[in-house]
């Protein structure tokens, strides 16, 4: 069967998204994708490089190269601020499309900007009443085009992401109370902007930081039995590299169990060892003190009795959740969630295959993932698509 | 200048069969899916019959319906007229470029001869017991991962009934950092050890490695059920006899001791001892710890340094069954991608050798990263239009200069660097050589969120750095350039490998030669940045920008 006149709905722009979308223009597939916010690259796109005077392999550039192929290709049609609304079954599927709300939280002044000179459009005004001056080639969100019904669908790869652990949840580390505890996402923002790592309070360079391991996952306490796979990597990654940039910088990591970074992680690991100190307890609290630096309690591994310690700022590397709409994409779709919130994999062996034939998932909403994984994961559904339409070389 | 996009294409035909090396798992799966697309498949496997182990669905822990499903596997690789299968068969030589591949199998000493278009590495994990690293002997009573799996089979009820009223001390992740895969294991025999009355699990273990679905939740599931785990710094003290443990408990934070009936020493999962083999007749780069596959995020998931060879599944990395077939499928799109309909369109002027400057030294053949180049038989130097990257690494090593790179010829180059120097202003000239596939890209960011940039930088793009020249550095100084900066990926994530490498080692050339003549060194720079640091291409360039206000203008400049 010829891919002529083949279509299929991606929902959610961020890495794997894209990767789905443009390993399936290649095999000339139309595809529609949908997007949530106002920009394209999700989270990835967010993240910071966190090479040393080597790439660690985190795979923030492919998020980048990614984006750069998906703009630039004429066979994805994207869709920005933009919801389902309602799905019909009539042979095809026919997709019935709502403008999303503006996300507000995460723009300064009214306006959001997006992470890559890809982003196209790179700022968007969401609130016209807090922003004084509108930059030029700014785009108003109510401009922002909606189609409102896509007809014709052959399959649905759904790659609507993750929700990062809400760390205020853990309310003994102060978060959004206290300026400098921030998130692993926060600091790879930081970083990604200032090219190294500073303080919230003061956007001084800190001497003394301490990650905390297993925010919300791994947590019992909140039926969160899952690794999160990911915050082991970042939060070594980023700290290899402070260390790197600035050798003066003291790293404590807090963890339970320290997970594999990368395809030569003993000798990755050692490097750390020798770099940081770790310390396996999970801290009890934090609270501020005197020049906006931040006192921990935790338990000593040499006498099991509580300690105080200082320091200039306090990450807490948080865990992959399943999104919020997952529910919701549940329902519309008609597609099972498993234990977690994360969608369900009818064979346990392709992990893109749903309770319904047709969609496919792609990426953190099966469950938590690296931007190499999530690309391979939705290359892997992109070829399952294909094997679905019938479509051989 | 041209860009590759527009230039002139020409079609070329490729053969479209395809070579599968491993007859394990991973091989069939790739054996028929690459069937499935419609391309004719060899399948050669060292051994006499293809197919898994038994060992492999403990190591996967797939249930009888999935077992089923994978023996289904092999009968329908079997009888599949597009795939032929070759036992006791390895693979001894391979000359050629993907798409048009000359290997020789051999089979029992018989050799034979075979054209394809794509060869896929398969290999198997090796399982290795760690007994030895821990000072113990293999015994009754200290058994291997693997021998405890063999006991808690579901059809060995003698063996479950051995465990009956006993206490079973498993320790893992001392011996080796270890994968959730080797993990995974030991949980799920905790689990089944603990079906039988009586039986107490006690887990000694490093790093839990949990980091892989579902794995956290059965790690609660054996805890659940009555299974202990000790996280300690360091292995604990084990007689040699392996009947008596001692470590301090951190948690309880005293000494204790465990005398278990049974002791399960961890197996590490490794690379198959054939990798090494295989990457020096293929042609492609090792991997850290036997696997092949660099660690570059340009090649993830399934490809090599060469185009048309692909690795997959425990060939590259320790994975488990649902990852390896995400592998698979990844590499069946590549090869459609790849093979198409067995003719492809290429730009005519990719790399092309001048046969009349060529004096065949190989040192192109040589420094090519993708195994691209190979001679004629009038022993000129030929670039493969399909296994070709365009790096430009050949084109600047070669010492006649006989080789241009579509897009990116030197005369077009070297007229772009006179371009780009400004006389008759007082702002530093400086030039900044950028991989298009990083520094480039972190410029145009620079620009887009309007970053500070010097009034007098001029960007010229190269498709990599490795197709910096040092003659174009020393044009551009020569045409009055007051700084150059050679602006490239980090160190390791080449896509071309070792661009970079070269890139660095041409600027260390410049600065010696700077230094005879005394010309200043700071006018140069080698820069590793990737393609969404803005902010640190804009403080590289201000930070040369400064040097040379300190220096003054170049000498060389009129």
């Known amino acids: 069967m010829s891919t002529a006149n083949k279509k299929v709905m991606v929902v959610g722009g961020g890495i794997a998204g894209l990767t789905a979308a443009w390993e399936l223009s290649q095999l000339n597939i139309d595809v529609e994708l949908i997007e949530k916010t106002c920009f394209l690259g999700g989270y990835a796109i967010q993240f910071c490089c966190k090479a040393t005077d080597e790439c660690v392999t985190c795979g923030a550039c492919s998020a980048e190269d990614m984006l750069y192929n998906v703009v630039n290709e004429p066979k994805i049609k994207v869709h920005l601020a933009t919801e389902i609304e309602k799905i019909n079954k009539n042979g095809k599927l026919s997709v019935s499309l709502k403008k999303s709300s503006p996300q507000t939280d995460s723009a300064e002044g009214g306006l959001a900007k997006g992470y890559s000179k890809n982003n196209s459009p790179l700022l968007v005004v969401v609130d016209k009443s807090s922003c004084k001056k509108i930059p030029d080639g700014a785009v108003a969100f109510d401009d922002i085009e909606l189609v409102n019904k896509i007809d014709d669908i052959d399959a649905v790869v759904l790659a609507s992401g993750f929700n990062p652990f809400n760390a205020e949840i853990k309310g003994t580390y102060g978060y959004h109370k206290f300026n400098n505890v921030v998130t692993g996402l926060d600091l790879e923002r930081i970083i990604r902007k200032n090219g190294v790592v500073v303080r919230p309070s ?24 899952w690794c999160s796979q990911v915050c082991c990597p970042y939060a070594l990654r980023m700290a290899e590299q402070t260390k ?26 050692e490097k750390c060892k020798s770099d940081m100190r770790f310390v396996r307890n999970i801290p009890v609290d934090l609270y501020p003190i005197k020049g906006d630096k931040l ?55 392709n992990r893109t295959s749903t309770s319904k034939d047709g969609i496919f998932i792609a990426g953190t909403v099966q469950g938590p993932k690296t931007i190499a994984a999530s690309m391979a994961h939705a290359t892997q559904a992109a070829g399952e698509v294909m094997k679905y339409l019938g479509v051989s070389k | 200048m041209t860009d590759m996009i527009n230039a002139e294409m020409e079609e070329i035909n490729i053969n479209t069969e395809v070579l599968v090396i491993g007859g394990g798992l991973t091989g069939l799966k790739a054996a ?107 015994s009754e009573n200290v058994l291997t991962q693997s021998q ?35 993990m995974e294991r030991v949980m799920r025999s905790v689990l089944a050890a603990e079906e039988t009355d009586g039986c107490n699990a006690y887990v000694y273990a490093g790093d839990l490695k949990v980091a892989s679905d579902g794995l956290e ?37 005293r000494d204790m001791e465990l005398s278990p009936d049974l002791l399960v020493v961890e197996e590490a999962v490794c690379a198959d001892q054939s990798n090494e083999g295989l990457a020096e007749l293929l042609r492609i780069d090792m991997g850290p710890l036997g696997f092949l596959q660099k660690d570059n995020v340009h090649l993830f998931p399934v490809c090599s340094n060469r185009e048309g060879i692909f690795v997959v599944g425990a060939t590259r990395e320790v994975q488990d069954l649902p990852l390896i077939w995400t592998d698979v499928e990844n590499m069946s799109l590549k090869v459609k991608n790849l093979l198409g309909d067995g003719t492809r369109m290429v730009p005519k002027e990719k790399a092309v050798v ?101 009034a007098g930088l001029k960007i010229i793009k190269v498709p990599c750095a490795g197709k910096v020249d040092i003659d174009y550095i020393l044009s551009a100084f020569v045409n009055g350039a007051d700084g150059v900066l050679v602006m490239t990926c980090h160190s390791g994530n080449c896509k071309s490998e070792q661009g970079n490498t070269f890139a660095n080692m041409r600027v260390g050339d410049v600065h010696r030669m700077f230094e005879v003549t005394g010309f200043e060194n700071d006018r140069l720079k080698y820069v590793t940045l990737a393609s969404n640091m803005g902010q640190d291409f804009s403080s590289a360039a201000i930070d040369m920008e400064r040097k040379i206000k300190e220096l003054g203008p170049s000498a060389l400049r009129n």
């Open chain 1, 295 to 349: 006192q921990m309690r935790y338990m000593n591994d040499d006498d099991g009795l509580s300690v105080k310690e200082v320091f200039d700022m306090v990450v807490l590397s948080i865990g992959i959740m399943p999104g919020s709409d997952n529910a919701q994409l549940s329902e519309l779709l008609d597609i099972n969630l498993n234990q977690d919130g994360f969608f369900a994999c009818k064979d346990k062996f």
């Open chain 2, 148 to 182: 405890m799996e063999e006991l808690l089979a579901p059809d060995n009820k003698s063996g479950r009934e051995k465990l009956a009223n006993k206490t079973v001390a498993f320790v893992v992740g001392f011996a080796q950092d270890g994968y959730p895969l080797v």
């Open chain 2, 354 to 454: 001048d046969t009349g400057k060529c004096v065949f030294c190989l040192t192109c053949y040589r420094c090519c990263p993708h195994g691209a180049i190979y001679w004629d038989e009038d022993n000129k130097a030929v670039i493969s239009k399909i296994a070709c990257q365009a790096c430009g690494i050949c084109a600047s090593e070669c010492p006649m200069d006989a080789i241009q790179i579509g897009g990116f010829k030197d005369e077009d180059i070297k007229v772009q660097i006179q371009k780009c120097i400004e006389t008759g202003n007082n702002e530093p000239n400086i030039i900044a050589f950028c991989c298009q596939n990083s520094a480039f890209e972190a410029g145009e960011m620079a620009e887009a969120f309007n970053m500070p940039l010097p």
């Open chain 1, 244 to 269: 790197y940039k600035n050798p003066d910088t003291d790293i404590t990591v807090f963890y339970m169990d320290i997970q594999n970074a990368g395809k030569n992680f003993p000798v990755f690991y």
């Open chain 2, 32 to 138: 028929s899916e690459i069937a499935a697309s419609g391309y004719k498949v060899s399948l050669i496997e060292k051994e006499s019959d293809i197919g898994f182990q038994k060992e492999t669905n403990y190591l996967f822990s797939v249930n009888k319906k999935e077992l089923a499903s994978l023996e289904k596997l092999i009968r329908q690789v079997k009888k599949n007229n597009k795939i032929e299968v070759f036992t006791q068969t390895q693979i001894k030589g391979v000359t050629g470029v993907t798409g048009d591949f000359n290997v020789t199998l051999s089979k029992e000493n018989e050799l034979k001869g075979k054209k394809v278009g794509v060869i896929i590495i398969a290999t198997n994990f090796s399982v290795e017991p760690m007994n030895e690293k821990y000072g113990l002997s293999l």
């Open chain 1, 202 to 225: 003061d956007g001084k360079e800190p001497k003394a930081v301490a990650f905390i391991q297993c925010v919300g996952s791994r947590d019992e306490n909140l039926g969160n039995l």
């Open chain 2, 217 to 253: 939740m059965i790690y609660k599931d054996t805890r659940d059920n009555g299974a202990t785990y000790f996280k300690l710094k360091e292995a604990p003290n084990i007689n040699p006899d392996g009947k008596t443990i001692s470590f301090y408990d951190d948690v309880l934070r």
